[in-house]
Structures are given as structure tokens and as C-alpha cells.
Nanobody, 127 residues
């Protein structure tokens, strides 16, 4: 079992920055692959960024160059640094984890790849 708790959401103006945190506990192998997702009202949940335990990262095109995913394995915490925020980044942000290996690394940007989810943290960007 894996338990995930997000924090760091809030309200910022366009162009601002936020850093989200995801504190993880439980079996290390079951959270070898982790990711950040977001879901805006009326829209499907979309992958934002992913990271493997070895540090390999992947980003959605919509955030590449603005967001940075990272992890502190000693603290069992994953982060999402969000810069140059836009109103369209407004959403509930979730962290997710899985130990399942998929051949296609891009599959980890899909919510179906993950077994464990946090409760989410709200990010609101005003224009």
C-alpha cells in the first residue's frame, strides 16, 4: 500500500509560481513511478509530469519549460515547481504512484497507469 498527501496549492496571479509537494509512504517498489496530474472542472484528468525513482522525467507539452518535477528520496517527497503560471493551469492537482512497468514511457502520462492517488490540492491562477 502507498499513501500520498499533496500540499502547496493556492491562488496566484498569472505569471506567478507555486511549488507543490507530495509526501509518500508505503512500499518503495509500488511508487517507483510517480506523476502529477491535474483536472479542471468539466475536463478529463491529464498528465502533467512524471518521474521515476532513478530520476528520469517526462513532461506534457503544455507545461514543458515552465514546470519542473523532482523528488527527494530521503524525504520520500515529490515536488512540482510551477513557474510562469497561466489561467489555463487552474485545476485540482493530484500526485499518483505505481510500481507497474510499461514498455512505453509516455504511458505514465495517462491516469490509467497508476494505482495510488492522493486527495489533490487546488491551484487557481487569475489573469
Amino acid at each position: 500500500q502507498v499513501h500520498l498527501v499533496e500540499s502547496g496549492g493556492g491562488s496566484v496571479q498569472s505569471g506567478g509560481s507555486l511549488r507543490l509537494s507530495c509526501a509518500a509512504s508505503g512500499d518503495t517498489y509500488s511508487r517507483y513511478f510517480m506523476g502529477w496530474f491535474r483536472q479542471a472542472p468539466g475536463k478529463e484528468r491529464e498528465g502533467v509530469a512524471t518521474i521515476r525513482l532513478d530520476g528520469t522525467t517526462n513532461y506534457a507539452d503544455s507545461v514543458d519549460g515552465r514546470f519542473t518535477i523532482s523528488q527527494d528520496n530521503a524525504k520520500n517527497t515529490m515536488y512540482l515547481q510551477m513557474n510562469s503560471l497561466k489561467p489555463e493551469d487552474t485545476a485540482m492537482y493530484y500526485c499518483a504512484a505505481t510500481g507497474t512497468v510499461y514498455h512505453d514511457g509516455n504511458y505514465y502520462l495517462k491516469s490509467a497507469a497508476y494505482n495510488y492517488w492522493g486527495q489533490g490540492t487546488q491551484v487557481t491562477v487569475s489573469s
